[in-house]
Antibody, heavy 120, light 112 residues
Framework: QVTLRESGPALVKPTQTLTLTCTFS??????????VSWIRQPPGKALEWLAL???????YYSTSLKTRLTISRDTSKNQVVLTMTNMDPVDTATYFC????????????WGQGTLVTVSS | DIVMTQTPLSSPVTLGQPASISCRSS???????????LSWLQQRPGQPPRLLIY???NRFSGVPDRFSGSGAGTDFTLKISRVEAEDVGVYYC?????????FGQGTKLKIK
């Protein structure tokens, strides 16, 4: 049974760095073909893909946000970490992590999401 | 980046009637391996997205057969043969043929 759960601060101040953790079970990032992505959704708006890390430790980023994002993994803990620097109120959103199954390149399982508000 | 454009943005439908959502990409989604990595997701109110369809037309496990996907190249369609009350929500297309992955703006399905 595949599950993912996002965790991190609910409130961050402008200019601070956000660190989010995705803890997963039911699969391993050491397994060929497995990846984890981060996606966000501002309140009432559409989904926006942010970053991906795969079984080979290769990383990929959103074009517009790549200078602010870092994705990393801890395979011993079954965790993927996303950091986003220089947070701004426009970054207020629910942040989701999802498993990406490479054979079909599909986001087949999602976490419940965590709402991050950026405000002073 | 590939831009995904969905139409309509809002779709009022009568229960039991069909619904159709279109998704167009700014460039072909045919991958170098000849597959097309276009999927459809449903997001019910207050819930995370849920996978419905992948690689254009493959239903994910547990998805009712009233949902179907079709299309090729740059034009794709999600159809619901008979809308039920539980289908209310926002539907997104997503392309994963090329990095960065991108989503459509979403189509809100509501009951008339």
């Amino acid at each position: 049974q595949v599950t993912l759960r996002e965790s991190g601060p609910a409130l961050v101040k402008p200019t601070q760095t956000l660190t989010l953790t995705c803890t997963f079970s039911g699969f391993s990032l050491n397994t060929s073909g497995m990846s984890v992505s981060w996606i966000r959704q501002p309140p009432g708006k559409a989904l926006e893909w942010l970053a991906l890390i795969d079984w080979d430790d290769d990383t990929y980023y959103s074009t517009s946000l790549k200078t602010r994002l870092t994705i990393s993994r801890d395979t011993s803990k079954n965790q993927v970490v996303l950091t986003m620097t220089n947070m701004d109120p426009v970054d207020t959103a629910t942040y989701f992590c999802a498993r990406i199954r490479a054979v079909d390149i599909v986001a087949d399982f999602w976490g419940q999401g965590t709402l991050v508000t950026v405000s002073s | 980046d590939i831009v995904m454009t969905q139409t309509p943005l809002s779709s009022p439908v009568t229960l039991g009637q069909p619904a159709s959502i279109s998704c167009r990409s700014s460039q072909s989604l045919v991958h170098s391996d000849a597959n097309t990595y276009l999927s459809w997701l449903q997001q019910r109110p207050g819930q995370p997205p849920r996978l419905l369809i992948y690689k254009i037309s493959n239903r994910f496990s547990g998805v009712p057969d009233r949902f179907s996907g079709s299309g090729a190249g740059t034009d794709f369609t999600l159809k619901i043969s008979r809308v039920e009350a539980e289908d209310v929500g926002v539907y997104y297309c997503m392309q994963a043929s090329q990095f960065p992955y991108t989503f459509g703006q979403g189509t809100k399905l509501k009951i008339k």
